[in-house]
């Protein structure tokens, strides 16, 4: 089955840190570009940052530059979002996709992949 998981959400207070993840099973994330989205209550998805193939290149969006780094681990097909610093902003469902894109600032502009995950909820508040 091909599918997309994230996990590693919760609920966190201001000035807290998580790592996501995005396991990928039935296929290899190795030939795809990968994002992370979010989508807060009312609020259209934002692309907050997208990763090569090979992992060489990498963007981030303004909004949560300094704070959100994209990593992924090919051997264990993973794409991972560390965020520092989270703010009640922050708070939305961050979903991953994969897609066969050249230009990693293109999917996260464009918001379009193969496969998606189904999403997990980060909550910053006190």
């Known amino acids: 089955q091909v599918q997309l998981v994230e996990s590693g959400g919760g609920l966190v207070q201001p000035g807290g840190s998580l790592r996501l993840s995005c396991a990928a099973s039935?296929?290899?994330?190795?030939?795809?570009?990968v994002g992370w989205f979010r989508q807060a209550p009312g609020k259209e998805r934002e692309g907050v940052s997208c990763?090569?193939?090979?992992?060489?290149?990498?963007y981030v969006a303004n909004s949560v530059k300094g704070r959100f780094t994209i990593s992924r681990d090919n051997a264990n097909n993973t794409v991972y979002l560390q965020i520092l610093g989270l703010k009640p902003e922050d708070t939305a469902v961050y979903y991953c996709?994969?897609?066969?894109?050249?230009?990693?600032?293109?999917?996260?502009?464009?918001?379009?992949?193969?496969?998606w995950g189904q999403g997990t909820q980060v909550t910053v508040s006190s």
């Open positions: 990763i090569s193939s090979s992992g060489g290149a990498s």
């Open positions: 039935g296929f290899s994330l190795v030939y795809y570009t």
């Open positions: 996709a994969a897609g066969r894109w050249t230009l990693v600032q293109a999917m996260c502009a464009m918001g379009r992949g193969d496969y």
